[in-house]
């Protein structure tokens, strides 16, 4: 079992800056590859981000390409995302999981934190 708990959201104005921290604990951190989904108001969950257990390999969703920034550190059992420039669009719920595999696909993701609230307004 694997427990991740996300913390860093909040409100912020469009064009502004916020950091989401996920910390992991339970069984090694580093076998895990990571990733950050997020769900708006009325939409589905959708992959925003994800990293591969050492962190060599981040892959972004076209939305947030260039915008934000996914890292790793396995000493600290934590994920992070960095956001810049956001926007409105970027309202949502964040989540962080876990998977064995490296991929967007949310149904390969088996643990999954309870959510931090992103809330962008304009």
């Known amino acids: 079992q694997v427990q991740l708990v996300e913390s860093g959201g909040g409100l912020v104005q469009a064009g502004g800056s916020l950091r989401l921290s996920c910390v992991a604990s339970?069984?090694?951190?580093?076998?895990?590859?990571m990733a950050w989904f997020r769900q708006g108001p009325g939409k589905e969950r959708e992959f925003v981000a994800r990293?591969?257990?050492?962190?060599?390999?981040?892959y972004y969703a076209d939305s947030v390409k260039g915008r934000f920034t996914i890292s790793r550190d396995n000493a600290k059992n934590t994920v992070y995302l960095q956001m810049n420039s956001l926007k409105p669009e970027d309202t949502a719920v964040y989540f962080c999981?876990?998977?064995?595999?490296?991929?967007?696909?949310?149904?390969?993701?088996?643990?999954w934190g309870q959510g931090t609230q992103v809330t962008v307004s304009s």
């Open positions: 999981a876990a998977s064995s595999i490296a991929t967007t696909r949310i149904s390969e993701y088996n643990y």
């Open positions: 339970g069984r090694a951190f580093s076998r895990y590859h």
């Open positions: 990293i591969t257990w050492n962190g060599a390999v981040p």
